[in-house]
């Protein structure tokens, strides 16, 4: 039985697959820039995967530019979250844009549509974990470090 533990140790922590993300709250004049994707239900804040090579910074500027055509001027660090919530350790960095230009040319087959929602008057399809983050932003629920 204790060489099966230590194998099952080996195999799990050889296999374990860890992720990041890089996500981001876009703000301009008390709005907030929400995607609705084409492969599933609901209002999300922009972001995705951080490539091989890529910083997490360099990673929601190109989210940025691919799904809702925005170029950034700056971005400020918000927080550092932990989910498990696909059986693997993910850790997403999300920042803070109010510093940008927005243009109407995008090209993500991905991006149903992109829409502003003043941060008072969010759809009722939110994303849990976006609501989450937008009450964090507005010092409304105090910011966790789990996802």
């Given at each position: 039985m204790?060489?099966?533990r230590i194998i099952k140790?080996?195999?799990?922590s050889v296999l374990a697959r860890r992720t990041i993300g890089a996500r981001v709250l876009v703000?301009?004049?008390?709005?907030?820039l929400l995607v609705e994707h084409t492969y599933m239900p609901g209002w999300y804040t922009i972001g995705g995967a951080v490539e091989k090579g890529e910083s997490p910074k360099e990673a929601i500027i190109r989210e940025l530019s691919e799904e809702v055509g925005i170029s950034v001027h700056s971005l400020d660090l918000f927080n550092v979250?932990?989910?498990y919530n696909e059986k693997r350790?993910?850790?997403i960095v999300f920042y803070i844009c109010k510093d940008f230009i927005e243009t109407e040319h995008f090209s993500k087959a991905e991006i149903k549509e992109k829409r502003w929602f003043a941060l008072d008057n969010l759809p009722?399809?939110?994303?849990?974990?976006?609501?989450r983050r937008i009450?964090?932003?507005q010092?409304?629920?105090?910011i966790t470090d789990k996802w």
């Amino acid at each position: 039985m204790k060489i099966y533990r230590i194998i099952k140790n080996i195999i799990l922590s050889v296999l374990a697959r860890r992720t990041i993300g890089a996500r981001v709250l876009v703000i301009k004049d008390e709005k907030v820039l929400l995607v609705e994707h084409t492969y599933m239900p609901g209002w999300y804040t922009i972001g995705g995967a951080v490539e091989k090579g890529e910083s997490p910074k360099e990673a929601i500027i190109r989210e940025l530019s691919e799904e809702v055509g925005i170029s950034v001027h700056s971005l400020d660090l918000f927080n550092v979250y932990y989910s498990y919530n696909e059986k693997r350790d993910d850790y997403i960095v999300f920042y803070i844009c109010k510093d940008f230009i927005e243009t109407e040319h995008f090209s993500k087959a991905e991006i149903k549509e992109k829409r502003w929602f003043a941060l008072d008057n969010l759809p009722e399809s939110v994303s849990p974990a976006t609501l989450r983050r937008i009450k964090e932003y507005q010092g409304i629920n105090k910011i966790t470090d789990k996802w």
